[in-house]
Structures are given as C-alpha cells and as structure tokens.
C-alpha cells in the first residue's frame, strides 16, 4: 500500500499544479497565458486517450479517429445550435454526442471486424475522409463548409463557465476519461483487449470473443472521440468547418499515443501536453520571443544599444516566415517523432515501464483513480504479498 | 478402461487446396485418460488439434465432444439480432438515399427561429416526404437494406459457427506448439485472461468498478494463485510472461489453458525443448493434470514422456492413423516402427 499511497500523493500534486494554472495567470501577471492552449491539451488528452484503448490496447490502428470527433461536434451542434429546433442544453447533448459516437463506432467496427493491421488502417482513413466529405456536401444539414454557430458554452449546474471554468471543467473530463480507461484497463475488459493485441488466436483458444472485445473497443474510442469534438465545439461555439477534422487530427492523436507510450494511460496524458503543449505552447512562445508582430526588445536590453541592436535584426529575420518557429511545426513533430521511434520506440512512459515499481500490474499502481491493493478487507492477502518481489 | 468416450473423431479430413493434412482419421478419447498422438514431422497432428479446437473447419467428418458437435445454434436472440441489423440498415439505407430531402421538409421548412417547433406537422411531414419520394425510393430501398444488413447477418453468423472462442467455452482448452503466451502480460493476468470466460461481470461494472467486480476480482486472483501454484510458477507471478525461460513459459501455457476450467485439455508438444530433468517434472504435471479431473490428450516426440504417461497411443503418418493402442502395442506395432525408423521394404 505505501507505493500507491505515494502514488496517489504524486498525482494528486499533479492535478493540484494543473488545476492551479488559471489563479496563478490571474494572480501573477507573467503574461503566461496558457490556460487557453492547456484546454486544447485536455481536449487531445480525451481524443488520445480514445485511440489508446482502440489502437493502444486492442492494437488495431485508427487513422480516421478525426471522424469520430467530427461526428461528435456536429451531433452536438446540431443538437444545441438554436438555428435548429432541437436545442437540447449543454450536458444532455454532450450524453447524446456520446451515444452518437459509440453507434458511428459500431458502424465502423462491425463490417471491419476482419480486417487487421495495415489493411484496417486504410478502411479507417478511408472512413475519415469520406465522412468530411458527407459533412461538406450533406449541407441541407450540417451548413457545409460553413460550420454551425453559434453553440452554447459549456455550462455547470445551469451557470455558463468562461475561460478558467471550462479549463476546470475540462480538466475533470480528461481526468474522468482517464481514470475510466485505467479502470477499463485493469478489468476482465482491458484484458481481453490486450491478449487481442498480444495474440488475437491464443486468446480465442482462451475464450475470449475477440468481436465482442473490439466492438467495444471501436465504441468506446468512438464515444471519447465525439467527446472530445463535442467539446471542442461548445468551446469555440462553433462546429468549426468540416476541413478542420482532416487527416492531420487523426495523425495528431496518433502522435500522443505514440509518443506518450502507446498502451499506457499516462503516456498518453504526457504525450498530449507534449504534442499539443510543443504545438501550441512552446512554439508558439518561440515565436512572440523571437519577435512575432508586437514584441518589444526587452526593458535589460534598452540601454545596450549593441544588444538592441541584436534584438531587432534577429526580430526582422524572425518576421520572415521561414524563420518562425511555428511555420516550422511540422518539421518539429517529424522530428521528435524520428528521434522517439529511434531512441524510445515504447513511448515517454511506456505501458510496462510505468509500472517497475508496482510489478503486481494489476492493481497496485492505478494511481489517480485511487483503488490500490485488493479491497474488500482479508480477500487476497495471500495475493498482494506474494506479488511483490 | 471403460470410461465414457468424450472426444470422438470420426472420419475427420482436412484438405487445404490439394494437400491432404489429414485423411480420414478417426479417433475416440476417453474421459480421465492421457490419449497421445505422435507421429513423424507433417504427419498431421498439430492440424488434427487445429481442427478440433475450431481454428480450421474440417473439411470432411465430425468432431463430437462429449457426444455432440459444439457449432452455434440459431437461437431466439440470433433471429432477434439478425432482424435488428436488418433494420438498421433499412434505417440507414434509406437516410443515405433521402436524409437531406426529409431534412429539408420536416425540419428546415417548419422551423421558423426561435418560434416553438411543430413536432406534430414535422413528423406528418416527414411521412408525407416520404410517401412523395415514391415506393421504390424508400421502401424499396428500405427492403433492400433490409435484406442485405440480414443476409449479411446471416453470413457472418453461418462461417462463425465452430470457432475457437466457442470450443474453448464449451471446455476443451489448448496450448500450442509455438508458444503463444501475451507476453507484454505478467504471469497473473496470462492466467486471468483464461479464466475470463467465466467472470459475469460486463463493461459497465468494470468501468464503474462496482462492488461486484471487486468481489469478482478479488475471488478470481486468489483462483489465478491456485493455477499458477498448481503449475509451481507462482513466485514469479508478477513478472512478464516473455520474460520466463522457456520451460516455465510451456508450464505457463498449461496453467492458462487450465484457467478455461476444460474438461479436455490439448497439449501440443509440452516437452519440446525440455531437458530430461524438466520433461520429468511435465510428466508429474499432466499426471496431476489428470488426477484433477481432466482428460489429456498430447502431441509429443519425446518417447520417454510418452511411452511414460499416455494410457493410450495413436500413431499419424502420412495424415492418415497407421495404428492406436497401448503404449506396450505401440512400441511392439511393426508398422509405428517402420513409421519413425523405416523399412527395408521399398513400399
């Protein structure tokens, strides 16, 4: 129990710090400002976390998991925006947006059930592209191109939630999201998805009805996948144009999966502030501190004219497109994502690294949803004990 | 020996493309014995296993366990599940072909912003919509999805009608050749995937974590202890099932097909790779194996083992049965000679 009390102590120190982002902008006049792209980053977080149970655990690949959340944002705009008369409020949306989600999961799960690896991957690129493509030309209903707006914001206990409110709000959802799929993945659920992905025959010889697991696998990636749109739109109050869940997004989820450490919950929240963070953070950042549109030199380097000097010539050259940093994202995420598969191909925090200290596996070390060891009193003392080295 | 016969192999053929795996070869395993196949490499007996286990389908003959064939049946809920897939796909058949036209009636016509909705004329109008459309456009195309969505039903159920899944349920468990263990898994939970189809908690009570799974939980670790103290590997249970030594990952294989709770276990090869000391342990194992209850039966080169442990002995070569019997008929049967040594005779 002393680990995973420790573990709990950690994360819940974690969550604190997150949480604690948006008073310490408003308190403390850094010019920070990012609790704006760290709500992005929970976003992503529930997006990644969905693949990760499909793509992560079952090991079949999604790279139309965009679609998904394209489904999600457009079911809930639809069902919200008051040029519609449906005009369902904030939270019965989103619980239809999921339900939405997980249907659109069964309807691509079931006629692929057959189909692995490589080939999957095509059928589901396919299934994004073609589901752009529906929202885009369906137009009657979804406004084509235009998107649909304006939505209503999020909204807790019948108050509407700004900016700190939906990071708060937002950063429950993700923490939700996460402690489910941990949840799910320390069950008889999650077992059975990773024994598909360790070896779909043995586990069939095993029992386990390898349909049945990956159907709701596809929906429960499906169901976060709508989430995360869903959210996403209530946010920006716009459905955004049907362009926006291209390729890229999915390849972006992907990415978090990867990089985080792919099959492991916590990768996959490392991953997501990693991707995202670097995305919309750090270059960001960069680019304002190598003088995008309206940085002034800094107040220390005001008297040396030298420096000054330094400071405007690297401004004007950082204007220049080629030179700024966020035009040079991709070549950034190829990168690190060349380096990664290089020198840590299982991810920042791999699904069995993360572990070492807790070899049980499956207990032991469900950190944030705070269940560790066995409960129910005597049970399995005989079983926590012995699992320990 | 006159027990009931559990396992019966009757006329059993597999053909892939022009290779005959198998010929006829027929075969009757009793309840409580330790039943050997062995034969030369290609002889046919790993197939023979795949066969029974539901990996292939035979393509001649019968595989009864315990005096039925284990194939799905088309039961109430299959024709409930059939019939709802049709439908759905009649429903999105026929939005496919018309969602926009209906939209467009039932919804953007009526609604005037910010003024209550008609629900009563949207619908009216939905219908109207539809009957305008013409029979073909919707019903017919409603029919059509129908048909398809069941058919394909009907397909899918129809070539998943003897699979492994379903052969492992109905108690008849499998190691394997080459072993297959999860190996990014530690020992225990290799262990729980085998028991995993006799766990009754589902998807909403793993995810909330309600006392129940708890309970399930717990009960089933302590069970996954006894398999694994069964098979004497439980002091390394919480280590990774890829990173045991080879023996330990053959006795790993028995303890999660023993996790099925079969009442017929397969062992394909249990001592290859083993050295005589390791072969003598297996040999205690699937006798105790036994004595719990389950029926063995065991594909082995190692003559010492089987010679050893087997009741009874069937001889493959060829993909055809060339002898069955004791162990003492076997070793004295001049054709099993002939099989593994060969003949003088040019035959």
Redesign the interface.
Same mark, same amino acid.
């Not at chain 2, 297959?180 to 530690?186: I, P, S, T, V, Y």
């Not at chain 2, 249970?237 to 990774?240: C, D, F, P, Q």
């Given at each position: 129990m002393a680990i995973s009390s420790k573990r709990i102590t950690i994360n819940l120190l974690l969550i604190a710090a997150v949480a604690s982002i948006p008073i310490i902008e408003k308190f403390v006049p850094l010019g920070l400002h990012i609790s704006d792209p760290m709500t992005d980053v929970f976003v992503y977080a529930i997006l990644g976390l969905g693949l990760n149970i499909l793509t992560g655990f079952t090991g079949l690949l999604n790279l139309g998991v965009a679609a998904f959340a394209a489904i999600g944002a457009y079911v809930f705009a639809i069902s919200t925006c008051e040029i519609y008369p449906f005009q369902l409020g904030f939270w019965s949306a989103l619980g239809l947006t999921m339900a939405a989600g997980a249907l659109a999961g069964f309807a691509l799960g079931a006629p692929t059930l057959r189909v692995r690896g490589d080939y999957l991957a095509i059928v589901t690129l396919g299934f994004g592209e073609i589901v752009k493509d529906v929202l885009v030309n369906m137009d009657s209903i979804t406004k084509g191109t235009q998107g649909i707006n304006p939505l209503p914001p999020p909204t807790l206990f019948g108050h509407e939630l700004g900016g700190s409110g939906q990071y708060w709000l937002f950063m429950v959802f993700a923490l939700v999201v996460a402690i489910g799929a941990r949840s799910l993945e320390r069950s008889r659920i999650g077992r059975g998805w990773i024994s598909i992905r360790e070896d779909e025959l043995a586990s069939r010889a095993m029992g386990i009805r390898p349909d049945h697991a990956k159907m709701l696998a596809f929906a429960t990636c499906a169901s976060l996948a709508a989430l995360a749109g869903a959210l996403t739109a209530s946010r920006l109050s716009s459905s955004g144009e049907p362009g926006n869940y291209d390729f890229q997004i999915s390849i972006l989820a992907l990415c978090i999966v990867i990089v985080g450490g792919i099959g492991s919950v916590r990768g996959v929240l490392l991953g997501a502030l990693v991707m995202v963070g670097m995305n919309s953070i750090v270059l960001v950042k960069l680019t304002e501190l190598m003088g995008g549109s309206d940085a002034a030199p800094p107040a220390a380097l005001a008297d040396a004219h030298g420096l000054q000097w330094a400071f405007l010539f690297v401004k004007t050259w950082a204007q220049n497109v080629l030179i700024s940093p966020t035009n040079w994202k991709f070549l950034v995420f190829g990168l690190a994502l060349v380096l990664m598969m290089i020198f840590r191909p299982e991810g920042i925090l791999p699904a069995r690294g993360a572990k070492e200290d807790a070899p049980d596996g499956d207990e032991g070390s469900s950190g944030a949803s705070g269940v560790g060891g066995v409960p129910g009193g005597g049970a399995s003392p005989v079983a926590t004990k012995e699992l320990r080295p | 020996m006159t027990m009931a016969t559990i396992l019966e192999v009757r006329d059993v053929t597999m053909r892939f493309g022009g290779l005959v795996a198998n010929e006829r070869v027929s075969m009757s395993v009793h309840g409580g014995e330790i039943f050997a196949v062995i034969g030369p490499n290609g002889a046919g007996k790993t197939t023979l296993f795949n066969a029974i286990?539901g990996?292939y389908e035979a393509t001649e003959g019968q595989i009864l366990f315990d005096g039925k064939e284990i194939r799905r049946e088309w039961s109430r809920k299959t024709s409930f599940r059939a019939i709802g897939i049709g439908l759905a796909t009649a429903v999105?058949a026929v939005l496919a072909y018309n969602?926009?036209d209906l939209?467009?009636g039932a919804? *953007?016509e009526?609604?005037v912003? &910010?003024q209550p +909705?008609p629900w009563g004329e949207?619908m009216a109008t939905l219908v109207t919509t539809m009957r305008a459309a013409g029979f073909w456009s919707t019903w017919g195309i409603a029919v059509l999805g129908f048909i398809l969505g069941r058919l394909g039903y009907g397909a899918i159920w129809h070539s998943?009608r003897r699979?492994?899944?379903l *052969?492992?349920?109905a108690g008849i &468990?499998?190691t +394997?050749q080459n072993i297959?263990?999860?190996?990014?898994?530690?020992l225990?939970?290799n262990v729980?995937?085998?028991m995993?189809?006799h766990?009754t908690?589902g998807?909403w009570a793993?995810?909330?974590?309600t006392p129940r799974?708890?309970?399930e939980?717990?009960?089933m670790?302590?069970r996954a202890?006894e398999f694994l103290k069964f098979v004497e590997l439980?002091?390394a249970?919480?280590?990774?099932a890829s990173s045991l030594p080879y023996g330990h990952q053959r006795r790993l294989e028995i303890a999660?097909?023993l996790?099925?709770e079969p009442k017929l276990i397969l062992l394909d090869e249990p001592a290859a790779g083993m050295n005589p000391a390791e072969s003598a342990d297996l040999m205690r194992l699937i006798r105790r194996i036994r004595d719990r209850g389950v029926t063995v039966v065991l594909i082995e080169h190692d003559m010492k083992v089987v010679m050893g442990i087997s009741d009874r002995i069937v001889v493959l070569q060829h993909g055809k049965k060339i002898a069955e019997g004791t162990p003492e008929e076997i070793r004295t049967n001049p054709v099993c000679i002939a099989a593994y040594l060969g003949t003088e005779v040019v035959h």
């Open positions: - | 286990t990996i999105v969602a926009t939209w467009q919804i *953007v009526k609604y912003y &910010a +909705f949207a998943q699979t492994p899944d *052969v492992s349920r &468990a499998r +394997f297959r263990l999860f190996a990014e898994m530690n225990v939970e729980l995937v085998g995993d189809q766990c908690c998807y793993c995810l909330l974590r799974f708890w309970r939980q717990a009960a670790r302590i202890y439980a002091d249970a919480g280590s990774l999660r097909a996790a099925t």
